[in-house]
């Protein structure tokens, strides 16, 4: 259901037997439902990555907790509505470390000494195509930036007439080296997360610059496509 409020302009989180939440039509109410558990290897992977990281957190020394904190208060990120917020020191290392390991690049203790510069990548373009099976991605970038990676997301296929993905329908399907920054193969990393190509279905790709050095990670650039035959 959704809701206009002079009051409540935007609410988030659950308050009796409703849950307060907000997509591109709007703010709208649902019933609250209880989170299910995630089952998966790739969800339980990332849980138990996310658990290694907090309990490294913990054994750090109180002057690196102090450097990420300071870190953390320099920065400024969107939460799921979109609002802006500092992050605490944790929630920084958390998420840099969280990045890092995605990448299969060794997580870090120090706090990074600031921010990066991104390469400009923009724009991107993807093809797919399931008779003979490809899926390609390419950037604007005509020569490795040095330093980086790239970090893409996609979501499951799914009718062509879909207008909207949110953000929760994106998982991490691959990460690839300098040498692909050109051009990306991605079809492997699709299959693995999401099966075979099926022509005429729709699917969206995000691709991010990720920092080797800190976890840090660009905007995303984003390419949504139609499976040909």
Not at 128 to 150: E, I, K, N, R
Not at 166 to 187: D, E, P, Q
Not at 221 to 229: D, F, H, L, P
């Amino acid at each position: 259901m959704k809701y206009l409020s002079p009051i409540v302009s935007q609410a988030s989180a659950s308050l009796g037997g409703a849950t307060f939440s907000k997509n591109r039509g709007g703010n709208y109410i649902r019933k609250r439902v209880a989170p299910v558990q995630p089952r998966t290897s790739a969800q339980q992977a990332v849980r138990a990555t996310l658990s290694a990281l907090s309990a490294q957190w913990k054994g750090l020394s109180a002057s690196v907790i102090a450097a990420w904190s300071a870190l953390a208060s320099t920065i400024t990120l969107k939460d799921s509505l979109g609002n802006s917020y500092t992050p605490t020191g944790n929630q920084l290392f958390v998420g840099l470390n969280a990045t890092l390991t995605a990448c299969a690049e060794p997580t870090i203790t120090a706090a990074p000494g600031s921010t990066p510069n991104y390469p400009d990548m923009l724009p991107i373009a993807a093809t797919a195509t399931a008779g003979t099976p490809s899926l390609a991605v390419t950037t604007s970038l005509t020569a490795a930036p040095t330093g980086f990676l790239f970090l893409l997301r996609a979501t499951p296929q799914c009718s062509a007439g879909k207008a909207f993905f949110g953000a929760s329908k994106y998982r991490i399907i691959g990460h690839f080296a300098a040498s692909s920054f050109a051009s990306i193969n991605a079809l492997s990393a699709y299959n693995t997360r999401f099966g075979a190509l099926v022509a005429a279905q729709k699917l969206s790709l995000r691709l991010s610059l990720v920092q080797i050095s800190s976890g840090f990670e660009s905007m995303y650039a984003e390419a949504t496509i139609i499976v040909g035959a």
